[in-house]
């Protein structure tokens, strides 16, 4: 394993590196090479014995995960390489074997793109501030490896995972409900029938393929368009519930019997009111961006609301320092302290079911005290100048009080929304929310035209 790791160029890890993962466009962006040194590098800055190491379904991270392997041994790692895994199952591994982990995923971004989501020993968080720019210097500094290097052997740990997440419920109170859960195409089509198989449920599996090339529909949950095909198989089935996961399955989004989509800030109102009733009063997370009938709710079932940055290395630090049990993202994604802090889609989609079969009334029902608001979604929209863009939208309203803590958010009083740019794409992303429709689309069509 002895030689030359090629430093990478300062443009190219500008272009890959994010606030909390590494993603860019493959061969152009993030290639064999850069892989390579990225391993080398993440080994060399952790110190460590063990890498675990997973990927996705996407074609190129096959010659990308030997490529990240070969770095890791490179510098006198050994790589536990735990093959296909979504990214949870991935978090799960490096907590549960306490050794730090690599998934090879671009998550909902299209076929073109891969990426690397890197953690710590008991998968705690790997970001900007929290290692990641020093292993960006790394790579961009090269390195000649000693000689010798590490071993690779391979592990399966599905099933350790499958029953880890079902701990996080009382099976023995599930009810056999009829749930359909939308994969897209991505790694859910592994990992779900491996949760679901031993419980009650009467489920089905849609698009459970793994395809990287995502040939039904993007494998992007939180746009409605992609949940057109489950809304109607929810309604011409007369499912209780579907389910729809992103493309490495760490994230979940649920549609009502209706087959009307349920929003993150929804479930995460929904799952916080099970960790606090599991667990007892204490701190509950919400990113920025959730609804504001989510601080609401958590307060009135015994909670200490806290509001945080969006982004799962943000969210994950702050559990650690705060102690919460749990925390959501309106983007679908939500961590539980006895996952590691990790973030689980399976976990919270369990834990709503479980709620679900608790109240036995449908799943509109059940949520219809939470939904308070009216909400615009995510609008993304490419700009030429983000700083400019941002600057302009906050002149516009500067009568209005402005937090700055993730973007850009002005408070209206009975309206706020949010203006961030994307970690992961060169997009501006506008949450806003208001007390009915109307007032939804009057104050999006002026952000909108703003933009332009």
Avoid at 70 to 90: H, Y
Avoid at 261 to 275: D, F, R
Avoid at 332 to 356: C, K, P, Q, T
Wanted: net charge negative; proline share 7%; with cysteine.
């Amino acid at each position: 394993m002895a030689g030359r790791i090629d430093p990478v160029p300062a443009d190219v890890l500008a272009a890959i590196f994010k606030a909390y993962d590494i993603r860019g466009i493959y061969p152009e962006e993030l290639d064999a090479p850069v892989t390579r040194a990225v391993g080398y590098a993440f080994a060399a800055w952790s110190a460590t014995a063990q890498v675990v190491l997973a990927r996705d379904m996407r074609e190129s991270g096959v010659a990308l995960a030997e490529a990240f392997a070969d770095g890791v041994q490179a510098a006198g790692a050994d790589v536990i390489d735990i093959g296909l895994a979504s990214t949870d199952l991935l978090y799960f591994a490096a907590g549960h074997l306490d050794v730090p982990g690599a998934m090879l995923t671009a998550s909902h971004n299209p076929a073109s793109y891969n990426g690397i989501k890197l953690c710590g020993p008991g998968a705690v968080p790997v970001g900007v501030g929290t290692g990641l720019d020093e292993i960006a210097g790394r790579a961009a500094r090269g390195a000649l490896s000693p000689p010798g290097g590490g071993g690779r052997r391979n592990r399966d740990l599905l099933d350790t995972f499958a029953a880890h997440v079902r701990s996080f419920v009382d099976v023995a109170a599930l009810e056999p409900l009829r749930v359909v859960a939308d994969t897209a195409n991505g790694m859910g089509g592994l990992v779900v029938p491996a949760v679901f198989g031993p419980l009650p449920f009467e489920w089905e599996l849609m698009y459970g393929e793994l395809d990287g090339t995502f040939p039904n529909h993007p494998a992007d949950p939180i746009q409605p368009e992609n949940l057109v095909d489950l809304s109607e198989r929810v309604r011409s089935t007369g499912a209780d519930v579907g389910l729809a996961f992103d493309g490495d399955a760490d994230r979940v989004f649920l549609v009502d019997e209706r087959g009307t989509p349920v929003s993150g800030s929804l479930l995460t109102a929904l799952v916080a009111q099970a960790m606090l009733a599991r667990h007892g009063p204490g701190p509950i997370l919400h990113n920025l961006i959730c609804s504001r009938a989510v601080p609401e709710v958590i307060a009135e079932a015994g909670g200490r609301p806290m509001r945080t940055r969006v982004g799962h290395s943000f969210i994950k630090a702050e559990m650690a320092r705060t102690g919460a049990v749990f925390g959501g993202e309106h983007s679908g994604h939500y961590y539980f302290a006895g996952n590691y802090r990790a973030d689980s889609g399976l976990i919270a989609a369990l834990v709503a079911l479980e709620r679900l079969s608790a109240a036995q009334v449908p799943l509109s029902e059940l949520l219809a005290p939470l939904d308070r608001y009216a909400s615009s979604g995510e609008i993304n929209t490419r700009v030429a100048d983000v700083d400019e863009v941002l600057r302009r939208v906050a002149a516009h309203f500067a009568e209005f009080p402005h937090d700055p803590l993730d973007g850009l958010t002005v408070d209206g009083g009975d309206w706020w929304f949010n203006l961030r740019p994307s970690n992961t794409e060169p997009l501006l992303r506008l949450n806003l929310e208001a007390p009915d429709a109307d007032a939804v689309a009057a104050r999006v069509s002026k952000i909108v035209s703003l933009l332009a």
